[in-house]
């Protein structure tokens, strides 16, 4: 008989982002210009998109602290990923 091992394991990835959230934003700031809302709303849509293209599945909630910026204003989404 073989004896097999079977390793479970989960790799996990971080990217350093050099800017803030958009709830950092809104508290420190205020309110955005339409312009701005605009452009968010559109990488946001255009993010969803090919993040339910990949994985076919809702991405869940969503909120102004998992919307992150770099300096150069760049959009990334933070992922709250469960194991069930």
């Not at 959230?21 to 559109?42: R, T, W």
């Not at 991405?59 to 998992?66: D, F, Q, V």
């Not at 989404?77 to 469960?82: E, H, M, P």
């Amino acid at each position: 008989m073989i004896n097999l091992i079977i390793f479970r394991c989960i790799s996990l990835v971080y990217e350093y982002m050099d800017g803030y959230s958009l709830g950092d934003i809104i508290e420190n700031f205020g309110s955005l210009n339409e312009h701005l809302i605009q452009k968010i709303c559109n990488s946001l849509l255009k993010c969803f998109t090919e993040y339910e293209e990949k994985f076919l599945e809702d991405y869940g909630e969503l909120c102004p602290c998992n919307i992150l910026f770099d300096k150069y204003g760049n959009l990334k989404v933070k992922l709250n990923l469960s194991l069930i």
